[in-house]
């Protein structure tokens, strides 16, 4: 091992090499090693045409990340399971067609650095079948210039299965807490251990080099033997990180409650203002189960913690996160992905494996766009494409689905209060459409395979049928035609309709754990 700057790590790269890039948005990510690549090829014009992989989105949609990857000449082609953080300038790239492009489910890539790694054929899986990464759809293409197929549909055994080839990976940048001499490396104040060995181990696979940023260089000898994640027989050069360069998370330098150093007090969580946001939580509390193995997505359902602490039944909650986290508090916003007071942190592709095998008993997640078919779009947005994350792996083995968001999007405004709702101005942007611009989640192949699926905004409940979407629930204060059917582009079926519980529009509820069935 030796241990390099930035600017040297730069130069060791290629023209035309594959890169294969730790972390996820911010956390776990090289970017020292990054911008010594970036400062290198502004300096010589090289190393050019790279070819990057990831398994998540690479940035914080500002400075860091992929952004310094964003130049003419410098990028050819970018395959990862996200693009949300990466920045504008490399999503403008991407939607202008400027490069080639390619969005595959997060835990399917994660799974394939493995499958690189241990000189397997390649990776099957369906996970992704009747969605846009199927190649009968759209291949996980992103835009008219991504031309070659890296997903094909394949028969064995008797079924469909969606094929990864193992792509050569030249160069692999990870990253660690601590090195020592002999390269071994800890991930101590990381709050994921990600892929980082498992890409390691891949671009070995092929003879290629592997670059580790560290936050600090010991002694040989000194790190326990348990505590090295990846061993320095495969760390080929240490790039020792600036504190700017080394967040724990887009939010945080570095919180010992978000790696499991320490725990922290829970009970004095601030209750959610009473809005529509706190409404679909509420709603959606109602459809967790006691004890089952429950997944958050961001945004809406990351509010059910705070009503189940604010309804006394947190400890009836039990909590996984996709990047390998489970138990404890997700933590949201800037800190995706981490979680406060964790029971155990196990490898992201480790946590798929779970996922993928139908280990999660319910999901929680996003709405953006559904149609009469009940598909969810969650992935690309008025052309263009934003990615899908987890949100594929997730969504298709899970036993119940419950989707979160509000009815409309753009400037909705409601009051809440005594028992009712009442919409003051109505969002602009329909999201119950006939057709979504793409089908991140197959409405139709999920009731063929009777997966529980509940659609829950501030005003109306849905249920997924095999022959569409049923409303079986409408907000108290709300005109069935006036506020909900004229603001869908279809008709839902409906036959026994009831009127949600009162209780979560109004200022105190205390009515969970009834509808848990909790003593």
């Known amino acids: 091992m030796k241990v390099i700057t930035a600017d040297e790590a730069g130069a060791l790269i290629a023209d035309d090499a594959t890169i294969f890039l730790g972390g996820l948005a911010v956390t776990s990510l090289p970017e020292e090693v990054l911008q010594g690549v970036e400062r290198t090829f502004l300096n010589t014009g090289h190393p050019r045409n790279l070819t990057t992989w990831a398994c998540g989105a690479v940035g914080n949609s500002g400075e860091a990340g992929m952004k310094h990857f964003a130049h003419a000449g410098m990028i050819k082609r970018v395959i990862a399971g996200h693009f949300g953080q990466t920045g504008k300038e490399m999503m403008k790239m991407v939607f202008d067609g400027e490069i080639e492009a390619y969005n595959f489910p997060q835990g399917s890539l994660s799974h394939l650095t493995r499958q690189i790694a241990n000189r397997s ?25 991504s031309t070659e197929d890296l997903v094909k549909l ?119 203002p009473l809005d529509e946001r706190k409404v679909i939580a509420r709603r959606a509390a109602m459809e967790v189960t006691p004890g089952a193995i429950t997944n958050l997505g961001i945004g ?69 766009q559904t149609d009469l078919h009940g598909n969810v779009n969650v992935s690309k947005f008025n052309g263009r494409p934003v990615g899908c994350g987890g949100f594929v792996n997730i969504t298709r083995s899970t036993k119940k689905l419950v989707f979160c968001g509000s009815f409309t999007a753009g400037g909705l405004d409601v009051t809440v209060g005594d028992g009712k709702l009442t919409i003051v101005k109505e969002g602009k942007a329909r999201k119950f459409i006939e057709q979504v611009e793409q089908i991140t989640f197959n409405g139709h192949d999920a009731a063929l395979r009777e997966q529980q699926v509940v659609f829950i905004t501030e005003r109306a409940v849905f249920r997924l049928r095999e022959d569409g979407l049923e409303l079986t629930e409408i907000a108290p204060g709300v005109d069935l035609e006036r506020d909900v059917l004229a603001h869908m582009a279809f008709k839902p079926i409906i036959k026994d309709l009831k009127t949600m519980d009162p209780g979560i529009f109004s200022e105190q509820w205390g009515g969970l754990r009834g509808f848990l069935h909790v003593a």
């Open 300 to 368: 809406i359902p990351a509010g059910i913690p705070t009503v189940a602490a604010e309804e006394g039944v947190s400890d009836l909650l039990t909590l996984s996160i996709e990047s390998g986290v489970n138990g404890g508090i997700p933590a949201q916003l800037g800190d995706f992905g981490l979680a406060y007071n964790a029971e155990s942190i196990i490898e992201q592709s480790a946590q798929f494996d779970f996922y993928d095998g139908g280990g999660l008993d319910a999901s929680f997640l996003g709405l953006a």
């Open 121 to 145: 054929p390649g990776l099957l899986t369906q996970v992704g079948l009747g969605t846009f990464v199927d190649p009968r759809l759209e291949g996980g293409k992103m835009n008219s210039r």
């Open 154 to 272: 394949v028969e064995f055994e008797g079924q469909e299965w969606l094929y990864y080839a193992p792509p050569k990976i030249d160069v692999a940048i990870i990253r660690g807490t601590l090195a020592d001499e002999r390269g071994n490396i800890t991930l101590d104040k990381e709050g994921m251990l990600l892929e980082q060995l498992s890409i390691a181990q891949a671009a070995k696979r092929w003879g290629g080099i592997v670059i580790c940023q560290v936050e600090a260089v010991v002694k040989a000898g000194s790190l326990h033997p348990k505590a090295v994640k990846v061993p320095g027989l495969l760390v080929d050069y240490v790039v020792i990180g600036k504190p700017e360069n080394h967040m724990q998370s887009i939010a945080t330098q570095f919180n010992p409650a978000l790696c499991g150093d320490i725990r922290v007090p829970t009970g004095s969580m601030a209750p959610m």
